[in-house]
Protein backbone atom coordinates (compact mmCIF):
# COMPACT_ATOMS: atom_id res chain seq x y z
CA UNK A 1 0.00 0.00 0.00
CA UNK A 2 1.12 3.30 -0.93
CA UNK A 3 -0.11 6.75 -0.34
CA UNK A 4 1.39 9.42 -2.35
CA UNK A 5 1.11 13.15 -1.27
CA UNK A 6 1.78 16.26 -2.89
CA UNK A 7 1.35 19.88 -2.41
CA UNK A 8 1.37 22.31 0.48
CA UNK A 9 4.35 24.78 0.20
CA UNK A 10 4.66 28.37 1.53
CA UNK A 11 1.29 30.34 1.83
CA UNK A 12 0.75 33.89 3.59
CA UNK A 13 -1.36 34.36 6.27
CA UNK A 14 -5.40 34.45 4.57
CA UNK A 15 -4.02 32.72 1.62
CA UNK A 16 -4.82 29.13 0.20
CA UNK A 17 -2.83 25.72 -0.40
CA UNK A 18 -4.15 22.51 -1.58
CA UNK A 19 -2.98 19.16 -0.35
CA UNK A 20 -3.86 15.93 -2.67
CA UNK A 21 -2.56 12.24 -1.92
CA UNK A 22 -2.97 9.61 -4.28
CA UNK A 23 -3.33 5.57 -2.84
CA UNK A 24 -2.20 2.19 -4.64
CA UNK A 25 -4.93 -0.32 -5.90
CA UNK A 26 -6.30 -0.63 -1.99
CA UNK A 27 -10.31 -0.28 -1.38
CA UNK A 28 -10.38 2.16 1.60
CA UNK A 29 -12.49 2.93 4.23
CA UNK A 30 -11.39 5.76 5.58
CA UNK A 31 -8.78 8.39 4.17
CA UNK A 32 -7.73 11.67 4.94
CA UNK A 33 -5.25 14.41 6.14
CA UNK A 34 -3.65 14.87 10.02
CA UNK A 35 -0.76 17.28 10.58
CA UNK A 36 2.17 17.66 13.30
CA UNK A 37 2.94 21.06 14.05
CA UNK A 38 6.69 21.12 15.94
CA UNK A 39 6.36 19.91 19.36
CA UNK A 40 2.82 18.93 19.28
CA UNK A 41 0.85 15.75 18.67
CA UNK A 42 -0.42 14.66 15.62
CA UNK A 43 -3.82 15.82 15.09
CA UNK A 44 -6.69 14.50 12.78
CA UNK A 45 -7.71 17.55 10.34
CA UNK A 46 -10.57 15.91 7.91
CA UNK A 47 -11.41 12.35 7.08
CA UNK A 48 -13.68 11.52 5.13
CA UNK A 49 -15.34 7.53 4.62
CA UNK A 50 -15.85 6.05 1.51
CA UNK A 51 -19.93 6.83 1.30
CA UNK A 52 -19.33 10.17 1.89
CA UNK A 53 -18.76 11.07 5.53
CA UNK A 54 -17.04 13.67 6.31
CA UNK A 55 -15.51 15.28 9.79
CA UNK A 56 -13.34 17.96 10.19
CA UNK A 57 -11.63 19.37 13.05
CA UNK A 58 -13.09 22.01 14.76
CA UNK A 59 -10.22 24.33 14.48
CA UNK A 60 -10.82 23.61 10.35
CA UNK A 61 -14.19 23.89 10.10
CA UNK A 62 -15.36 26.31 7.69
CA UNK A 63 -11.56 26.87 6.09
CA UNK A 64 -10.70 23.79 4.93
CA UNK A 65 -12.72 21.09 2.44
CA UNK A 66 -12.14 17.52 1.62
CA UNK A 67 -13.15 16.02 -1.16
CA UNK A 68 -12.62 12.26 -2.26
CA UNK A 69 -12.69 10.23 -5.39
CA UNK A 70 -13.43 6.89 -5.49
CA UNK A 71 -12.60 5.89 -8.74
CA UNK A 72 -9.02 7.54 -8.50
CA UNK A 73 -8.34 6.21 -5.23
CA UNK A 74 -7.56 9.97 -3.94
CA UNK A 75 -8.29 12.51 -1.24
CA UNK A 76 -7.41 15.95 -1.46
CA UNK A 77 -7.94 18.87 0.65
CA UNK A 78 -8.69 22.31 -0.03
CA UNK A 79 -7.31 25.03 2.60
CA UNK A 80 -8.51 28.65 2.75
CA UNK A 81 -8.28 31.38 4.80
CA UNK A 82 -4.52 29.80 6.50
CA UNK A 83 -3.62 30.91 9.55
CA UNK A 84 -0.58 30.77 11.18
CA UNK A 85 -1.66 27.89 13.36
CA UNK A 86 -2.24 25.63 10.47
CA UNK A 87 1.79 25.59 10.02
CA UNK A 88 2.85 21.64 10.56
CA UNK A 89 3.34 18.67 8.24
CA UNK A 90 0.63 17.15 6.74
CA UNK A 91 0.23 13.32 6.52
CA UNK A 92 -2.39 11.39 4.14
CA UNK A 93 -3.97 9.07 6.06
CA UNK A 94 -5.99 5.60 4.79
CA UNK A 95 -7.82 3.04 7.03
CA UNK A 96 -8.52 -0.27 5.12
CA UNK A 97 -11.62 -2.31 6.39
CA UNK A 98 -11.18 -4.15 8.89
CA UNK A 99 -8.21 -3.00 9.84
CA UNK A 100 -7.54 -0.85 12.67
CA UNK A 101 -3.64 0.36 11.97
CA UNK A 102 -3.92 3.19 9.13
CA UNK A 103 -1.45 3.72 6.55
CA UNK A 104 0.40 6.88 6.03
CA UNK A 105 1.86 8.87 3.15
CA UNK A 106 4.99 10.53 3.62
CA UNK A 107 4.02 13.85 5.01
CA UNK A 108 3.97 17.28 3.30
CA UNK A 109 5.34 20.87 4.86
CA UNK A 110 2.72 23.21 4.77
CA UNK A 111 4.07 26.47 6.31
CA UNK A 112 1.88 30.21 6.71
CA UNK A 113 3.69 33.05 7.53
CA UNK A 114 2.14 37.00 8.37
Known amino acids: VQLQASGGGLAQVGGSLRLSCAASGVVFLNMGWYRQAPGKEREMVAT???????NYADAVKGRFTISRDNAENTVSLQMDSLRPEDTGVYYCYALRYGRTTPNWGQGTQVTVSS
Open 48 to 54: VTRNGYI
